[in-house]
């Protein structure tokens, strides 16, 4: 897994990340981890869920 958030386990094809990092920055390391062809199936999304 990528050291950009914590991650957590979520059902279906959708991953939950609670990071630090400015949303561009967050899309960008992500990206960058990821094949070209897969790149352009990605989708964020922000929610604002609360984390203790």
């Known amino acids: 897994m990528l050291k950009c958030g914590k991650w957590y386990v979520s ?6 990340c609670h990071s630090d990092l400015e949303l561009s920055a967050f899309e960008w390391e992500f990206l960058q ?8 199936t990605i989708h964020f999304e922000v929610n604002y869920l ?3």
């Open 33 to 40: 981890s990821l094949d070209v062809e897969i790149r352009e």
């Open 50 to 52: 609360p984390f203790q």
């Open 11 to 16: 059902t279906g094809k959708e991953w939950i």
